[in-house]
């Protein structure tokens, strides 16, 4: 699944604003989202003119509070499936992590725009944390995490989270980090202090917990200039940003499964190693 690279494109081709109905050439071919995911307990944790559900996969083993993971799927805040970081979540089952797959309004189901995404990231996050006891999770342990659009939105509910629920880690896989300039501003369409309000790179990053980010250097969607930018940005606040390069990989490259000449397996496996890696430091 190409993520956001389909929904971004395809935006700025139709020269598409949020504040249009859904026209049938941009939202073509545009499933609904799916109720299930196998082997998942869904609930539903918000009612925004249809029920907005989280998917929690809890581990097999074990007792006593685990550490949670909270993902959110990429489509350009236009389209996208619940189920894209599936295999990251299992991945993260089996090693004792409660892991939860969060809907969220789109463009092409609910002709609402990326404020409305990020009000549903932050209602699902706080689900998460009220229900922490439930699900058996330890709130001093969950990371947030998702790609393009949703790392953009994992970031921006980390950065308004409050000090005594703030994430433990943010796992990023090409985040849209700037929604001010280039395609992303052209296919949100979203008015310029709407986007400021919105963009990380924009705002203060003290809150920020300790990141790991995967992009590709021939990204053209969201441009690794802007990454490192913003990974700079957070290292002269004290922040931890672990930002990797994959050379000659584009956007949403994370979730082909094939494999790859550069680096000797595909890149859903090269990022999932190296996300495991990195949430083994400290929050496995």
Not at 29 to 48: H, K, L, T
Not at 178 to 187: A, E, K, Q, S, Y
Not at 246 to 263: K, P, S, V
Request: neutral net charge; aromatic residues 8%.
């Amino acid at each position: 699944m190409a993520g956001a690279a389909l929904g971004l494109a395809a935006w700025s081709m139709a020269g598409a604003s949020p504040a249009q109905p859904a026209a049938e050439g941009r939202c073509a071919g545009v499933a609904p989202q799916e109720a299930q995911i196998e082997g998942a307990e869904a609930f539903v944790y918000a009612d925004a003119g249809r029920p907005l559900k989280i998917h929690v996969l809890r581990p097999q083993n074990g007792v006593g509070p685990r550490p949670a993971a909270l993902f959110f799927f990429g489509g350009g805040w236009r389209q996208g499936q619940v189920s894209q970081f599936v295999g990251q979540a299992r991945a993260l089952q089996s090693r004792s992590y409660v892991v939860a797959l969060a809907d969220y309004r789109v463009f092409c189901r609910d002709e609402t725009t990326p404020t409305d995404a990020v009000a549903d990231a932050g209602q699902a996050y706080r689900w998460l944390l009220a229900h922490g006891e439930d699900l058996s999770i330890d709130k001093g342990r969950v990371v947030l995490a998702g790609g393009s659009a949703g790392g953009h939105l994992a970031l921006m509910t980390a950065l308004r989270a409050p000090a005594d629920a703030r994430p433990s880690a943010l796992v990023l896989f090409n985040p849209a980090v700037d929604l001010t300039g280039g395609l992303i501003r052209v296919g949100t369409g979203l008015s310029e202090p709407d986007a400021r309000a919105i963009s990380p790179a924009l705002m203060d990053l003290q809150s920020l917990p300790r990141m790991a980010i995967f992009h590709g250097e021939d990204d053209k969607l969201v441009p690794i200039a802007s990454v490192r930018a913003f990974c700079a940005r957070a290292s002269v606040a004290g922040k931890d940003c672990q930002l990797t390069a994959y050379a000659g990989q584009g956007h949403g490259f994370f979730n082909r499964r094939t494999a790859d000449e550069g680096l000797g397996v595909s890149p859903y496996e090269a990022t999932l190693d190296r996300m495991l890696a990195f949430l083994g430091e400290k929050d496995g």
